[in-house]
């Protein structure tokens, strides 16, 4: 069993951070962002019928939600082989409570650059460096002419900036961030908190001044906008909510309009459209996750960290005992403090509740678990306390070698959750030597061991 122990890996200094982060977070991502489309009401960002919608499914390397339109039809976020990981950027953006739904299909534009819309930002693949970042945005609605029809939507007109070097023009806009809620919000990114290089990552440079529109501050960056509301109105937020403004919905409707790019589809069409020369054609895409092996599993997402561990040499014996016994990998509904199980004599569940976790995290806790297999049907099981708790050595630091392959020596640099956190650890026990990684195991796996022999 992979049993979830991370309460002695956050200091009270830590906590008293995370949750000053999260307090300022709330108002970014967890509370709806707003159109801005007027200055005295707020719009939602779906209506009630898409709120009540069905859970977001694995699909194919990535996620679809559905409800977005009709019978179930809605637009996927996928990772592509030789192409876009729309997928993994839209999680280390933040996900939904920051990016918002997908609001098209992939399309194709000049240059052979390959774009999707979420409703607050715009993703965008270089096909020369092979890296997905978030667009200019509102820079490029300026150059579309479209700064008069965003100022009637609440977004500030652009300031003036004769800077000719991006140090410059870094030194002066960063001086335009005179409202301390927005300032507090803009660095509170889930990339990295508190850095200004991940937060400008997220939100690029200010492109304004705050500027006050009725009950709200907005200031304008190049690819968001940040809403400080400071008046109480009727279908408002909060007195000092700060919020992220639709920017994605803004591209949509001022220079997407009707096209096909922004019609739901259902799950399984995983179809780009090639706008190039002025035309809509559907074109074929290659999705990115294909295992070696065949495995008994039904949700993409785990295929997907199947085949991530299908590049960690020390994951082998585990994935070929899956392959061999045809193993049922699963997600269930565990205990909150239980990641993962193994069930002799081949099942896996892994805790429903690791969903929205980094892929590579998930991996990792399927090494462990995949250990527990390769042992039981290597015959390497005996009924004591003694031979559990070696048992769980060999698994934590399964674990440990998929953990460091996979995010390199250190791990995460920034993790960003508690499961991230712990597999730091636990990497760290590994490294430390073997009498750190029995006494890790020995406090977590104790008493496990002796109710289960």
Not at 195 to 202: G, M
Not at 298 to 309: G, N, P, Q
Not at 329 to 343: C, E, G, H, M, Q
Request: charged share 25%; glycine share 8%; proline share 6%.
């Amino acid at each position: 069993m992979h049993q979830a122990v991370p309460r002695k890996l956050t200091t009270s200094a830590g906590r008293r951070r995370l949750r000053r982060i999260w307090a300022v977070a709330l108002g970014m991502g967890l509370i709806a962002a707003v159109s801005a489309s007027g200055a005295t009401a707020r719009e939602p960002d779906v209506d009630a019928a898409k709120r009540d919608s069905p859970v977001p499914i694995a699909v194919s390397s990535g996620w679809f939600y559905p409800g977005l339109g009709e019978d179930g039809a809605g637009f996927g976020v996928r990772n592509f082989a030789d192409g876009p990981r729309f997928f993994d950027a839209f999680r280390r953006y933040g996900g939904l409570d920051v990016m918002g739904y997908p609001t098209s299909r992939p399309w194709i534009g000049p240059g052979g650059f390959i774009y999707q819309l979420s409703q607050r930002a715009l993703m965008q693949w270089s096909p020369d460096d092979d890296k997905v970042q978030l667009a200019n945005v509102y820079e490029i609605l300026r150059e579309a002419g479209y700064d008069d029809a965003l100022y009637a939507r609440s977004i500030p007109r652009t300031e003036p900036d004769e800077s000719t070097t991006l140090d410059d023009a870094r030194a002066v806009r960063m001086g335009w961030m005179t409202d301390s809620a927005i300032t507090q919000a803009f660095l509170a990114n889930p990339i990295e908190p508190d850095s200004v290089d991940a937060a400008i990552e997220l939100h690029g440079l200010p492109m304004s001044y705050p500027e006050t529109f009725g009950p709200f501050v907005v200031q304008r960056f190049q690819r968001t906008a940040l809403q400080h509301w400071v008046e109480a109105v009727d279908g408002g937020e909060p007195v000092g909510t700060v919020v992220l403004v639709n920017s994605g919905d803004h591209y949509k409707d001022l220079v997407l309009g009707d096209s096909a790019v922004t019609t739901p589809h259902a799950h399984d069409d995983t179809r780009m459209l090639d706008l190039r020369d002025g035309a809509e054609v559907y074109v074929d895409a290659v999705l990115a996750w294909t295992t070696q092996r065949n495995y008994n599993v039904i949700d993409d997402a785990l295929a997907e960290a199947l085949r991530l561990l299908e590049g960690v040499p020390s994951a082998t014996p585990g994935l070929e005992a899956a392959a061999e016994v045809s193993a049922p990998i699963r997600y269930r509904s565990l205990p909150f403090d239980v990641y993962a199980t193994f069930n002799p004599p081949s099942r896996i569940a892994v805790n429903r509740d690791l969903q929205d976790e980094r892929l590579e995290a998930v991996a990792a806790v399927l090494a462990h678990e995949l250990q527990h297999l390769a042992d039981f049907h290597e015959e390497r099981y005996v009924p004591s306390d003694a031979a559990c708790l070696e048992a769980e050595i060999r698994a934590v630091t399964a674990e440990a070698s998929a953990w460091s392959t996979l995010m390199g020596p250190t791990g995460a640099e920034n993790p960003q959750s508690a499961l991230e956190r712990m597999e730091n650890a636990r990497l760290q026990a590994v490294q430390a030597g073997s009498e750190t990684i029995r006494a890790l195991v020995e406090d977590g796996w104790a008493e496990q061991c002796s109710q289960h022999r």
